[in-house]
């Protein structure tokens, strides 16, 4: 009898059919994720969890699964939705998929920047809603990018491309939050570490790329906003929480910053009545930071690998850091 894995939706053939090879597979296949009562019933017996962001894994998901269970790979670099420390206290080995979404993440956010400081958001509907009446000599104003100071909050990874392709497309200058210093990122992009305020009040383009945890929820607040510039733009295609979404409002909506693009929110999906659906000067993406097929499918694969080595004892290839 083969070992269990149990996955908890339906993910690209490239990871399932490595899977399918040495597990029994136990592949979700609805739409939506499952309930709790669902996840707690189809990891029974797991040596294996396949998980998304959208799925909490505590213990009371390791306590369902049994002593049995040896890893837990996420589909996705972020781990905020793993309870990391019980699990590794319970000797069951948590991975996740870093790298290879940064390109399709960077792009995301570059997307976001461009749409916020052009008002793609309002324009589209514009003409979607039969308003595109004429050509306006001073409507739809936005900014130009060229030479501008980008702002990147968490200088990780994708933190750096995104300064990569701003930098190389727009030659923006740099300035940046991280917990060490960084030469390489100094050297690469002439660029500046910078505390939070600095950054904030410098910035004409904010990217956030910092973890979700306990220091950085809502570490973008009012007291935040009133720093930043009025041409000042925000992006997120990190985590919901990072923002606090009652302030991020009030911001947009009294012109404190001048747009912003989210990829991400909180919660996700955004709640029918969030008032930041009806801004203009808000672009809302799906949280579709890492899909691309090549993201997805490599994704997949470094996930079964994950499982592979974990239901074996061995050191996982890609070990939450
Ligand atoms: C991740 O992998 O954490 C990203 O948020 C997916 O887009």
């Known amino acids: 009898m083969r070992n269990k894995i149990f996955v908890t939706r339906i993910i690209p053939d490239a990871g399932l059919k490595l899977l399918r090879e040495q597990f029994d597979v136990d ?14 019933s189809r990891v029974q017996g ?17 306590d369902a699964a049994g002593p049995q269970l040896r890893g837990i ?13 019980a699990a590794i206290a319970r000797g069951i080995a948590v991975g996740n998929t870093p790298d290879v979404l940064t390109d399709a993440t960077a792009d995301t956010a570059v997307g976001l920047v461009i749409a916020a400081v052009r008002h793609f958001q309002s324009s589209i509907l514009q003409v979607r809603n039969l308003q595109w009446k004429t050509w306006e000599p ?13 702002g990147i909050v968490g200088m990780g990874r994708i933190g750096a491309a995104v300064a990569r392709k701003l930098v190389g497309g727009w030659g923006m200058k740099v300035v940046y939050t991280s917990r060490s210093p960084k030469p390489e990122i100094d050297k690469e992009f002439s660029a500046t570490r910078v505390s939070l305020e600095q950054l904030l009040s410098q910035s004409d383009v904010i990217s ?17 906003f009133a720093i930043m510039k009025p041409n000042a733009v925000i992006v997120n295609t990190a985590r919901g929480g990072v923002v606090d979404q009652d302030a991020l409002y009030s911001a947009l909506k009294s012109k404190v910053i001048f747009a912003a693009g989210l990829d991400v ?4 999906p955004l709640p029918a009545d969030s008032p930041l659906r009806e801004l ?7 949280h579709i930071g890492s899909a691309t097929f090549e993201a997805r499918d490599r994704m997949a694969v470094m996930a079964a690998q994950n499982l592979i080595a974990a239901s074996t004892g061995k050191s ?3 070990p939450v850091r």
Request: hydrophobic share 40%; glycine share 6%.
């Open 73 to 85: 790979a996420n589909f996705a670099v972020g781990f905020n939705n793993i309870d990391v420390a």
């Open 316 to 318: 996982i290839p890609f």
């Open 208 to 224: 956030l790329h910092t973890d979700l945890n306990e220091q950085t929820k809502h570490m973008i607040s009012h007291r935040e």
């Open 138 to 150: 001073i409507g739809q104003l936005g900014h130009d990018l060229n030479g501008k100071t980008l």
């Open 265 to 268: 929110t909180d919660p996700e």
């Open 280 to 286: 203009d000067n808000c672009t809302i993406l799906p």
């Open 46 to 62: 797991a040596v294996g969890l396949l998980s998304l962001l959208s799925d909490r894994i505590d213990t009371e998901v390791m």
């Open 27 to 40: 592949v979700w296949q609805e739409f939506l994720p499952p309930n709790r009562e669902a996840l707690l």
